[in-house]
């Protein structure tokens, strides 16, 4: 839905629960879209949660090298 005036925090976290990436903003559009460059990034799956003020999302992803 609208996130416009939102507060978006972003954590990925490594397969040990290490943070190894953290941002928070207020979206200033509705169409949000954060790039991430996971090329320093080892191999393996790592968490994304993703909240939109109270709003919470938790997916995984897979590096591969």
């Known amino acids: 839905s609208h996130v416009i005036n939102k ?3 972003i954590v990925i976290m490594n397969p040990y ?14 169409n949000y879209l954060q790039l991430f460059r996971l090329g320093k990034l080892a191999a ?3 968490m994304v949660k993703i909240a939109v003020d109270e709003e919470k999302y938790v997916r995984s992803i897979l590096r591969i090298n």
């Open 44 to 46: 393996g799956i790592y």
């Open 7 to 9: 507060t978006i925090s």
């Open 17 to 30: 629960g290490q943070i190894v990436y953290r941002d928070q903003q207020v979206a200033a559009i509705n």
